[in-house]
């Protein structure tokens, strides 16, 4: 059984998987064994296809329950939901970065970046479109770039809207719902890079679902891979690429 313990000096997980299982009409159910995840904690899961990812997102942000196990989130088990207004509440302390966000591509760089505050955005109030550049700053988007339509930008520049929007309300816990895929694999690791210390310089806990064992090393400290049929996680060594066959 492998165990992601908290950090020294941490108050405990902020999410803990355990004993957990969930069908979603894939070749074979979700199943985590044992997972906790610190407060500042930066976290990369291998193993998961989308659908797969998606589902672990809905259960740690508590839109669907488990079949089996339990789920906890800041100290309190998902199943204790009682409404959709407690539901919102939970589901405001996480960042989710996914495709299943919608962009609106007709419209400016900013005024996506201001929706998380505001739906008054043609054009957004001076206090909101302050609040969206340094969101837009913070992730990596040029200025030059912040007036054109998000149709204009390639598939990094999309992605790190994404991020700004998931960053935009301080999460505790960023969710990456397989973010790089669609990405060159050189793009995909400054992304990684720079996701990483986005989250590091916030304090903010991150969890990142992919495909890709070249970001899962950028973006995060650990990186463990998921036996999907017994539902361990296992740590992959940090120096995974010098063992690579023919190198």
């Known amino acids: ?14 999410i803990e998987l355990t004993a957990l299982s969930k069908d979603y009409h894939g070749l074979r159910p979700l199943r985590i064994e044992k997972l906790n995840l610190a407060a500042g904690e930066l976290v990369a899961i291998l193993g998961l296809d989308q659908p797969m990812a998606e589902t672990f997102v809905n259960l740690v942000t508590g ?4 079949d089996r196990g339990e789920v906890r989130v800041f100290g309190r088990p998902t199943s204790a939901i009682d409404d959709s207004a407690d539901w919102l509440a939970v589901v405001d302390r996480f960042g989710i970065v996914s495709e299943r966000a919608v962009l609106l591509d007709a419209l400016s760089v900013i005024q996506n970046l201001a929706i998380p505050f505001t739906l008054d955005i043609d054009p957004p109030q001076a206090d909101v479109r302050e609040r969206a550049s340094l969101l837009a700053r913070e992730v990596g988007l040029r200025d030059a770039d912040w007036l054109r339509s998000v149709s204009e930008l ?12 998931a960053l935009a309300l301080d999460p505790g816990v960023l969710l990456l719902e397989h973010a790089n895929a669609g990405l060159p694999a050189d793009a995909a690791t400054v ?3 720079d996701i990483r210390r986005i989250a590091s310089d916030r304090g ?5 679902l992919t495909a890709a064992p070249e970001f ?10 998921l036996d999907p049929a017994s539902g361990r996680l ?3 060594r940090r120096n995974w690429s010098l063992f690579r066959r023919g190198e």
Request: aromatic share 0%; proline share 10%.
């Open 1 to 14: 059984m492998t165990t992601l313990p908290g950090l020294p000096g941490s108050p405990g997980p902020i």
């Open 63 to 66: 839109a669907t329950l488990p």
């Open 154 to 165: 390639d598939a990094a520049g999309r992605l790190r809207i994404r991020l700004a929007r």
């Open 191 to 193: 992304l990684g890079a």
């Open 204 to 208: 903010c806990a991150l969890v990142a």
């Open 216 to 225: 899962a090393a950028a973006v995060a400290l650990r990186v463990v891979t």
């Open 234 to 236: 296992s740590e992959r």
